[in-house]
């Protein structure tokens, strides 16, 4: 299967007065469609700035992104925001809800920014916050709702346009690990559905055991990829199947 | 996006800063309630007094005299302007010829009048002298008659009167003391008329004056179109000399002349043409008067205020015009996270772009809707006082419907000129902010 993400000798150097820090320092790796990838490391180790390269938020010094099978690191600007708005969803750390607007507005606006009917993407919105359990909270405003709540409406935005491949930097990092389980559960359950590609950073060891594959950095280079699927071959169930009655239980 | 999503973004983000958006929105008012006024007064006059005059012939018209006819002052002077004099002219047949052959003069009427005629029908009398005309009279004054016509070219020794129609009120009982303005029930081209001379130099010892009588009878009757022509009773100058030259004794003291005239009327073809004709005449040593020239200075006195009205306009615009970007720049640094956001999420740099300028456009124009709903009320204001004080109502505001569309127009621009930069500085904005943590 061809790669739906290449990364290519990666650099990112940062300039701090005189210093120069390299925050990603040679990354080469290949991502498939549908997989599930965490990446891991200490604080500094350079995670976000990968994670923020691959949505097209930021630029690499030097190295190739080639993504969907465009090369992110020769786009322009207004071309990366054409290329996020046709195949990234982005989750936040922060949530990043916009306050004024309800749970229902917050999730329609990345259909807003595609020109889809009201109507139609009244629809999405509904059917996606009832996936995420929410059909309770539709015209709450992101202040009226608790954290996992806010960062659910976050999901259903990221999701609701259906992305082929989702970026989430600590998606639980601002919440209790009950919280955070059932998130996670619902952000793996959706993107399987929708056979997204999911990429996570985390530092929460629980969270990417649950990973297809995890990516260890650290100083900007990967030390370590473990991909949990071969251990889960070498057992004759599959581990996804034994993960779903846990997703199941929120909501 | 759609433009319905983006227009309500716009006016979503504009009503969650209510009080700086009005605030913003007032500089639009002024700016745009003074420039619209400014407008409205020229307009006004153009209209208001210039139309009504054009439709009733007032304004290519010119109204010529000498001083020679009533005073033997040979030094007497015409005024070409403050400075310049030429010597004035008597207004005879040929200096009529001469007046008659300049360009763009289409007809010249000289007149006579005589205050001391009372033109009388059976016991009814009224107080209107006569004012002899020759026949182009009919087209230099304009006439449109509505009974009967012009003079005949044969009347003889009687004199023919055309009544201006609203001097038939003024026919009345010379006893009566009442003012009726109801004119009486005549049949008037078949009554029988009579105009008196009433002599005062030949008065009997109560002092009333030797009367001379006059067949006379109305041949038409000029229709009242707003302007001056009905206010007159008009009789043919060349009978009237005829009887002068007969009744030689009659007249001799009454200081009337044949060899010239009085006064007379010039219609020139274009109202752009009038003032042209009206100084070449004066260059012949001819009094001239004209409403064109009224109107000049009238227009030279609003313009001042025009100017003064478009500079408080012009200077409310630009403050406007950087109050909007003000207020815009202040709005996107508080916005920057929430811009990132949006591009993170997939909205397009031109979307952003589109709805900053939407937003300051919207401050230009519902700023000027609200200004050019007080550019009504001032106009109400400047016409309710100028209305009063009389001025031949000659000031006036009017604001057309092109009028309110220009200034809406140009204040929507004010506004989408000045949240071009705004709007470049959010496009612009790194996707990154929505990453980065405060
Ligand atoms: N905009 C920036 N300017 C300078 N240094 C930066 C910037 N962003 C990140 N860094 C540095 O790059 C390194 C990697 O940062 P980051 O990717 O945020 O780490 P992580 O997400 O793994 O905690 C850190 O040392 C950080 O200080
Ligand atoms: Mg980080």
């Not at chain 1, 990973?211 to 990967?222: E, S, T």
């Not at chain 2, 500089?27 to 745009?32: F, L, R, S």
């Not at chain 2, 010529?64 to 033997?72: A, G």
């Not at chain 2, 309710?384 to 419907?401: E, N, Q």
Request: hydrophobic residues 40%; glycine residues 8%.
């Amino acid at each position: 299967m061809e790669p739906i993400i290449k990364l290519r000798n990666l650099v990112k150097v940062y300039h701090v007065g005189d210093e120069k820090l390299r925050a990603l320092d040679g990354v080469n790796l290949d991502v498939y469609p549908g997989e599930f990838l965490c990446i891991v490391g200490r604080s500094g180790s350079g995670k976000s700035t990968l994670l923020n390269m691959l949505a097209g938020l930021e630029k690499p010094t030097r190295g190739a992104i080639q993504i969907a099978g465009e090369r992110l690191d020769k786009m322009n600007e207004s071309q990366l925001v054409r290329f996020r708005l046709q195949h990234v969803g982005f989750i936040f750390q922060q949530f990043n809800l916009f306050p004024s607007l309800t749970a229902l507005e917050n999730v329609t606006m990345p259909l807003v920014y595609r020109g889809v009917a009201p109507k139609v993407r009244k629809k999405k919105a509904l059917a996606i916050l009832k996936q995420l359990g929410l059909s309770t909270h539709v015209k709450h405003k992101p202040s009226q709702m608790s954290g996992g709540q806010q960062q659910r409406v976050g999901i259903a935005r990221a999701l609701v346009a259906s992305p082929e491949i989702v970026f989430a930097d600590e998606p639980t990092g601002n919440l209790d690990s009950r919280t955070s389980d059932e998130i996670l559960g619902l952000i793996k359950e959706i993107a399987r559905k929708n056979g997204a590609t999911l990429i996570m950073v985390t530092h929460d060891n629980s969270i990417a055991e649950r990973a297809d594959r995890v990516v260890r950095l650290l100083d900007g280079k990967i030390i370590e990829i473990i991909d949990n699927r071969q251990n889960a071959q070498e057992q004759p169930q599959a581990p996804q199947n034994n993960q779903s009655p846990k997703e199941e239980l929120p909501a | 996006m759609r433009w319905t999503d983006l227009l309500r973004m716009s006016a979503q983000n504009l009503w969650r800063r209510k009080l700086r958006t009005i605030l913003t929105m007032v500089g639009v008012m002024i700016g745009t309630a003074s420039i619209v006024v400014m407008v409205s007064l020229g307009i006004g006059i153009n209209q208001g007094y210039i139309d009504s005059l054009s439709e009733t012939g007032e304004l290519t018209r010119i109204q010529i005299s000498s001083q020679l006819y009533w005073s033997s002052n040979n030094n007497a002077v015409v005024y070409l302007d403050d400075e310049t004099t030429v010597k004035a002219q008597k207004l005879d047949d040929t200096m009529i010829r001469k007046i008659s052959a300049l360009d763009h003069v289409e007809s010249v009427s000289p007149y006579m009048s005589f205050y001391n005629f009372q033109v009388r029908t059976g016991k009814l009398q009224s107080y209107y002298g006569l004012l002899a005309v020759n026949s182009s009279a009919i087209k230099t004054l304009n006439f449109e008659f509505k009974e009967g016509g012009g003079f005949s070219s044969s009347a003889g020794e009687t004199l023919e009167l055309i009544l201006g129609e609203n001097t038939l009120a003024s026919f009345r009982k010379q006893s009566s003391q009442v003012w009726d303005n109801e004119a009486p029930d005549l049949d008037w081209l078949n009554e029988k008329f009579t105009v008196v001379l009433q002599d005062y130099n030949n008065a009997d010892s109560d002092g009333n004056p030797k009367e001379y009588e006059f067949k006379a009878r109305v041949v038409g009757i000029v229709k009242d179109n707003g302007g001056d022509a009905a206010y007159n009773i008009y009789t043919n100058i060349d009978t009237m000399k005829r009887i002068i030259q007969k009744h030689k004794s009659v007249f001799k003291d009454q200081n009337i002349k044949t060899d010239q005239y009085e006064q007379g009327y010039v219609r020139v073809d274009d109202f752009n043409n009038v003032l042209d004709v009206q100084s070449q005449i004066k260059e012949l040593g001819i009094d001239a008067w004209s409403y064109a020239q009224m109107i000049q200075s009238m227009q030279q006195q609003s313009r001042s205020l025009q100017l003064m009205l478009g500079g408080i306009g012009a200077v409310a615009m630009l403050v406007a015009a950087i109050s909007i970007a003000n207020t815009m720049l202040m709005s996107i640094y508080e916005r920057t996270k929430e811009i990132g956001v949006m591009k993170v999420l997939g909205c397009r740099m031109s979307s952003i772009g589109a709805m900053f300028l939407c937003e300051a456009a919207i401050i230009g124009l519902v700023g000027g809707i609200v200004g050019l709903a007080f550019s009504y009320g001032i106009g109400a204001v400047v016409n309710m006082v100028l209305g009063a004080s009389g001025a031949y109502s000659s000031f006036r505001s009017v604001i057309p419907l092109w009028l309110c569309l220009v200034g809406l127009g140009f204040s929507t621009m004010v506004g989408v000129l000045a949240g071009l930069y705004p709007s470049q500085r959010a496009m612009r904005l790194s996707a990154l902010a929505a990453i980065r943590t405060e």
